[in-house]
């Protein structure tokens, strides 16, 4: 077997045995939401609209069966309405009172897998807390439940069969290959194939660059969209430059993207003791990577940065899920994991050699601090990236390092947030720049006339505080010194169908309510006493 066979062969098994060990359970037909009407009225909103323009309203949105039919304003803050500026409500129609409430489009999830087998996470609970939070389109990146599943489940939600987002599956380059791809003609063949089977795009790894090189040109072929993870094992000959040369739509993380701005080396500085299946090793070393890139507005980190934007390169960054990484305590102890994270989730998170992601062998100080000056350059080069006219997206990676799906994306919000954009830009890259990342800004993405009728309604301005979209809401003292919880999105709406957002995170609330009561299960932490006893308890009911 020559070098590049065993090259993909190892990428494949550590990867795809993250993502795919075994199919979860589909969801459940609908039994949430009303809707969609012959029309629908959502009166006296402040709207958002997604496109960066700032707040208006009071406004009107006409909604009639899945897509958006008027957009009007029909007054003046702090003035009452005259109900003769505002849409007629027709016979079988449904009107929502949203005044005081703040309207934004759907949001896109840009890197969103479906559960896992190794977490407990199965389509009902991740799709459920997604829309909870507003989260109305998902990519998934690899289809780790398999294409003809990830495809089941889109046809069930664009039909509005099951409580899901839209769907868009990223098949993992090579899935389904009945031997490593080793040459340019396998890699185009396998590409046609994805293709014929009714994939939307490919994820990729890496791999050696004559079948890079043939897969990204063949898929762009067809007109088809692609991400990639630019693993280590392949980032050497291959990184993101080459990537959006040969045609890569949209990168993941920032792997990749440091090793295209070195400059005084070919081959990041690795310890020479160094192992790719050592989890430490492999974040630990991952977080020193940016310091040994161009420095910020030098000439070659510009024109890395200016040669991305020409070609249309979008980044998905997935802050969050590193977050663990620069503060371990503050991820370990979000306040939401008392009652929405799954028991079998929560073990999968606990330090272990074998779980990904779980790297915590000997976390400490040195890699926090080295993380914290990753995130700073990695920052500067989103936001001007974003300032320079390139595409940023929002993409959270649940499932892994402490990270939940739906809460995790609002903290990505806030993360973009910290790097810089404006909270109306943060909007953006949430809704629009999704859209246009996936080619579907003519179908979602802003509150406009044609558009379906994908939107959040929230009680709660986000654009003065990002946390109010929160389905634990955010903590305010009230003129009366009372303590209370204001925001979490208040309905979702996909393709003009109304969700109780509340009663999707109620519904969460009582399976892991459920499970937890089934096998006696309490959350610990790591090491202590009471983690140990409890896990002489559960051995075996896991």
Same mark, same amino acid.
């Given at each position: 077997?020559?070098?590049?066979?065993?090259?993909?062969? *190892?990428?494949? %098994?550590?990867?795809?045995?993250?993502? +795919?060990?075994?199919?979860?359970?589909?969801?459940?037909?609908?039994?949430?939401?009303?809707?969609?009407?012959?029309?629908?009225?959502?009166?006296?909103?402040?709207?958002?609209?997604?496109?960066?323009?700032?707040?208006?309203?009071?406004?009107?949105?006409?909604?009639?069966?899945?897509?958006?039919?008027?957009?009007?304003?029909?007054?003046?803050?702090?003035?009452?309405?005259?109900?003769?500026?505002?849409?007629? #409500?027709?016979?079988?129609?449904?009107?929502?009172? @949203?005044?005081?409430?703040?309207?934004?489009?759907?949001?896109?999830?840009?890197?969103?897998? !479906?559960?896992?087998?190794?977490?407990?996470?199965?389509?009902?609970?991740?799709?459920?807390?997604?829309?909870?939070?507003?989260?109305?389109?998902?990519?998934?990146?690899?289809?780790?439940?398999?294409?003809?599943?990830?495809?089941?489940?889109? /046809?069930?939600?664009?039909?509005?069969?099951?409580?899901?987002?839209? !769907?868009?599956?990223?098949?993992?380059?090579?899935?389904?290959?009945?031997?490593?791809?080793?040459?340019?003609?396998?890699?185009?063949?396998?590409?046609?194939?994805?293709?014929?089977?009714?994939?939307?795009?490919?994820?990729?790894?890496?791999?050696?660059?004559?079948?890079?090189?043939? +897969?990204?040109?063949?898929?762009? &072929?067809?007109?088809?969209?692609?991400?990639?993870?630019? @693993?280590?094992? $392949?980032?050497?000959?291959?990184?993101?430059?080459?990537?959006?040369?040969?045609?890569?739509?949209?990168?993941?993380?920032?792997?990749?993207?440091?090793?295209?701005?070195?400059?005084?080396?070919?081959?990041?500085?690795?310890? #020479?003791?160094?192992?790719?299946?050592?989890?430490?090793?492999?974040?630990?070393? +991952?977080?020193?990577?940016?310091?040994?890139?161009?420095?910020?507005?030098?000439?070659?980190?510009?024109?890395?940065?200016?040669?991305? *934007?020409? %070609?249309?390169?979008? !980044?998905?960054?997935?802050? $969050?899920?590193?977050?663990?990484?620069?503060?371990?305590?503050?991820?370990?102890?979000?306040?939401?994991?008392?009652?929405?994270?799954?028991?079998?989730?929560?073990?999968?998170?606990?330090?272990?050699?074998?779980?990904?992601?779980?790297?915590?062998?000997?976390?400490?100080?040195?890699? =926090?601090?080295?993380?914290?000056?990753?995130?700073?350059?990695?920052?500067?080069?989103? $936001?001007?990236? &974003?300032?320079?006219?390139?595409?940023?997206?929002?993409?959270?990676?649940?499932?892994?390092?402490?990270?939940?799906?739906?809460?995790?994306?609002?903290?990505?919000?806030?993360?973009?947030?910290?790097?810089?954009?404006?909270?109306?830009?943060?909007?953006? @890259?949430?809704?629009?720049?999704?859209? /246009?990342?996936?080619?579907?800004?003519?179908?979602?993405?802003?509150?406009?006339?044609?558009?379906?009728?994908?939107?959040?309604?929230?009680?709660?301005?986000? %654009?003065?505080?990002?946390?109010?979209?929160?389905?634990?809401?955010?903590?305010?003292?009230?003129?009366?010194?009372?303590?209370?919880?204001?925001?979490?999105?208040?309905?979702?709406?996909?393709?003009?169908?109304?969700?109780?957002?509340?009663? #999707?995170?109620?519904?969460?609330?009582?399976?892991?309510? @459920?499970?937890? /009561?089934? !096998?006696?299960?309490?959350?610990?932490?790591?090491?202590?006493? =009471?983690?140990?006893?409890?896990?002489?308890?559960?051995?075996?009911?896991?």
């Amino acid at each position: 077997m020559n070098i590049r066979k065993i090259t993909f062969l *190892i990428l494949t %098994l550590t990867l795809f045995i993250v993502y +795919a060990e075994a199919q979860v359970s589909k969801a459940p037909d609908r039994q949430r939401g009303d809707g969609p009407w012959t029309q629908l009225i959502i009166r006296g909103a402040t709207m958002i609209d997604g496109t960066g323009s700032p707040p208006i309203g009071p406004v009107d949105v006409v909604i009639e069966n899945n897509k958006i039919k008027e957009v009007r304003t029909v007054g003046y803050p702090g003035v009452e309405i005259d109900p003769n500026r505002r849409p007629k #409500l027709k016979e079988g129609g449904h009107e929502i009172d @949203a005044h005081g409430m703040y309207l934004l489009p759907g949001f896109v999830d840009m890197h969103g897998h !479906i559960g896992g087998r190794a977490q407990g996470a199965d389509a009902e609970y991740v799709f459920k807390l997604w829309m909870a939070h507003g989260v109305t389109t998902v990519r998934d990146p690899s289809a780790g439940n398999g294409l003809d599943w990830v495809l089941d489940q889109k /046809e069930r939600s664009s039909k509005n069969e099951i409580t899901a987002p839209r !769907i868009l599956a990223y098949t993992g380059f090579g899935q389904g290959a009945k031997e490593p791809i080793a040459t340019a003609e396998q890699a185009r063949q396998w590409v046609r194939d994805n293709a014929n089977k009714g994939a939307d795009g490919i994820k990729f790894f890496g791999a050696s660059p004559e079948i890079m090189q043939a +897969a990204l040109e063949e898929n762009k &072929k067809l007109g088809l969209r692609s991400a990639c993870h630019h @693993a280590q094992l $392949n980032v050497a000959w291959w990184n993101v430059l080459n990537s959006a040369r040969a045609g890569l739509t949209s990168m993941e993380h920032w792997y990749g993207l440091p090793e295209a701005l070195f400059t005084d080396k070919a081959i990041q500085d690795y310890p #020479l003791d160094y192992n790719y299946m050592n989890e430490q090793d492999r974040f630990g070393e +991952a977080g020193r990577l940016w310091k040994q890139a161009a420095k910020p507005y030098s000439e070659h980190w510009n024109n890395v940065m200016n040669e991305l *934007i020409e %070609l249309d390169f979008t !980044i998905d960054p997935t802050l $969050n899920i590193y977050e663990a990484s620069r503060d371990l305590m503050r991820a370990r102890r979000a306040e939401w994991h008392e009652d929405y994270t799954m028991p079998s989730l929560w073990q999968f998170y606990q330090p272990s050699k074998k779980s990904h992601g779980s790297y915590w062998h000997f976390w400490g100080t040195e890699e =926090e601090v080295s993380w914290k000056q990753n995130y700073q350059l990695w920052m500067t080069f989103l $936001n001007e990236y &974003k300032n320079r006219g390139g595409r940023v997206t929002v993409g959270s990676d649940s499932g892994f390092i402490f990270q939940l799906y739906g809460f995790a994306y609002i903290r990505e919000l806030e993360l973009l947030r910290e790097a810089g954009f404006h909270p109306l830009e943060v909007i953006r @890259a949430a809704t629009l720049k999704g859209a /246009e990342a996936l080619g579907m800004q003519d179908q979602i993405g802003t509150i406009q006339v044609g558009k379906f009728a994908d939107m959040v309604l929230v009680e709660a301005n986000p %654009l003065q505080n990002l946390k109010v979209l929160y389905g634990t809401g955010a903590i305010k003292l009230t003129e009366d010194n009372e303590v209370v919880r204001v925001g979490g999105v208040k309905y979702t709406i996909k393709d003009g169908v109304v969700y109780d957002a509340k009663q #999707l995170l109620e519904d969460v609330k009582n399976m892991v309510t @459920a499970e937890k /009561e089934k !096998i006696g299960f309490i959350i610990t932490q790591p090491g202590t006493p =009471e983690d140990i006893e409890l896990k002489g308890k559960l051995k075996g009911k896991m």
